[in-house]
């Protein structure tokens, strides 16, 4: 009896239908959130402020250290000097020049950190991001005391809430289209193939070391503009804040806490935390830091994959069942030939 091949129109049909529903509801949300600042008040705004800085951090983050698994904590350092050189040259250049500078400024370091850097990996790397920030914020002490005689600088400039959160939105879609780019363009295949294996890397010609250094530089931009964009929104800064390792640990824990297979895994991590920290900071100013704690003991041992990946597994799960309970699927197997 001849067998009728299936027709592969349908399938093709249907992901193209849920590929444009999928468009059509990521349109629709960021109007949605363009529009937020004319409905919103003053804390409902402030609030979404923190949101989208932090979603962006996150991704930017999970842009180098997700293929690589190369742990940075070496976030604190570009905030910083994003929010730092805004600061030094607010009065000297035109706003949108000082944010271009702090972009430029943090690239730079990124690169000499990356060439300098990234030939180690493991625990040596998380060590040396980590003084990385550490250092900046001791160096731009001392210079603060000995030679302007002060420690932290107003940031006084026509700049208000909306113009922020609006500028923050489009570096959000900007974070997400590059990330889907990279994701499927070669050098994004080159970094996958690195973190698997480095020896495998070298063996198919791939120059890690190129690779690995403007991915880096790449994630360093867009944390450094986070930092200069805030910087307007803290209006006082100082070392102990734009460099804090709370800021880097924080990303790191959404990052871990949403999954770091998936693009948009940060996203599930950041705004649980993002919530909870405006809940603890609000009435129990005290137990964040221990609470943040146990997340990040829970997102490494209970959900190593993250909420992404426990979406991914209840997802193969459920289609498991459906694909079981089919007609002609006995037992939970498929139907041989010669059957029914």
């Given at each position: 009896?001849?067998?009728?091949?299936?027709?592969?129109?349908?399938?093709?049909?249907?992901?193209?239908?849920?590929?444009?529903?999928?468009?059509?509801?990521?349109?629709g949300?960021?109007?949605?959130?363009?529009?937020?600042?004319?409905?919103?008040?003053?804390?409902?705004?402030?609030?979404?402020?923190?949101l989208?800085?932090?979603?962006?951090?996150?991704?930017?983050?999970?842009?180098?250290?997700?293929?690589?698994r190369?742990?940075?904590?070496?976030?604190a350092?570009?905030?910083?000097?994003?929010?730092?050189?805004?600061?030094?040259?607010?009065?000297?250049?035109?706003l949108?020049?000082?944010?271009?500078?702090?972009?430029?400024?943090?690239?730079?370091?990124?690169?000499l950190?990356?060439?300098?850097?990234?030939?180690?990996?493991?625990?040596?790397?998380?060590?040396?991001?980590?003084?990385?920030?550490?250092?900046?914020?001791?160096?731009?002490?001392?210079?603060?005391?000995?030679?302007?005689?002060?420690?932290?600088?107003?940031?006084?400039?026509?700049?208000?809430?909306?113009?922020?959160?609006?500028?923050?939105?489009?570096?959000?879609v900007?974070?997400?289209?590059?990330?889907?780019?990279l994701?499927?363009?070669?050098p994004?295949?080159?970094?996958?193939?690195?973190?698997?294996?480095?020896a495998?890397?070298?063996?198919?010609?791939?120059?890690?070391?190129?690779?690995?250094?403007?991915?880096?530089?790449?994630?360093?931009?867009?944390?450094?503009?986070?930092?200069?964009?805030?910087?307007?929104?803290?209006?006082?800064i100082?070392?102990?804040?734009?460099?804090?390792?709370t800021?880097?640990?924080?990303?790191?824990?959404?990052?871990?806490?949403?999954?770091?297979?998936?693009?948009?895994?940060?996203?599930?991590?950041?705004?649980?935390?993002?919530?909870?920290?405006?809940?603890?900071?609000t009435?129990?100013?005290r137990?964040?830091?221990?609470?943040?704690?146990?997340?990040?003991?829970?997102?490494?041992?209970?959900?190593?994959d993250?909420?992404?990946?426990?979406?991914?597994?209840?997802?193969?799960?459920?289609?498991?069942?459906?694909?079981?309970?089919?007609?002609?699927?006995?037992?939970?197997?498929?139907?041989?030939?010669?059957?029914?």
């Amino acid at each position: 009896m001849p067998i009728k091949r299936a027709n592969a129109f349908p399938v093709a049909t249907t992901t193209t239908t849920t590929t444009t529903t999928v468009i059509v509801a990521i349109a629709g949300l960021l109007v949605l959130l363009a529009l937020a600042p004319l409905r919103l008040s003053d804390y409902g705004l402030s609030f979404l402020v923190n949101l989208i800085s932090a979603i962006v951090l996150a991704t930017a983050w999970r842009m180098f250290a997700g293929p690589t698994r190369y742990v940075s904590l070496a976030v604190a350092a570009f905030f910083g000097i994003g929010a730092y050189t805004v600061a030094l040259v607010q009065d000297i250049l035109p706003l949108y020049a000082a944010f271009a500078l702090a972009g430029l400024a943090g690239m730079l370091v990124a690169l000499l950190v990356g060439l300098t850097t990234l030939r180690v990996s493991g625990v040596h790397f998380v060590i040396f991001t980590f003084g990385l920030g550490e250092l900046i914020r001791e160096v731009t002490i001392w210079w603060e005391i000995n030679q302007t005689r002060t420690v932290g600088r107003y940031v006084l400039v026509d700049f208000d809430t909306p113009l922020i959160y609006w500028s923050l939105l489009a570096l959000m879609v900007l974070v997400f289209a590059t990330g889907h780019w990279l994701e499927r363009s070669r050098p994004g295949f080159a970094l996958r193939v690195i973190g698997e294996d480095e020896a495998v890397a070298d063996q198919v010609g791939i120059d890690r070391a190129a690779v690995k250094v403007a991915v880096f530089v790449l994630s360093a931009f867009f944390l450094t503009m986070v930092g200069a964009l805030m910087a307007p929104r803290w209006s006082y800064i100082n070392p102990n804040t734009v460099f804090g390792a709370t800021i880097s640990f924080q990303v790191v824990i959404m990052a871990l806490l949403g999954g770091m297979q998936r693009l948009w895994g940060p996203l599930l991590g950041v705004v649980p935390m993002t919530v909870l920290s405006e809940i603890l900071s609000t009435n129990y100013p005290r137990a964040y830091s221990v609470i943040l704690g146990a997340v990040f003991l829970i997102s490494v041992y209970v959900l190593p994959d993250g909420i992404a990946g426990l979406i991914e597994r209840g997802w193969a799960r459920a289609r498991r069942r459906r694909d079981g309970a089919a007609p002609g699927d006995r037992h939970g197997q498929p139907a041989t030939l010669g059957e029914g």
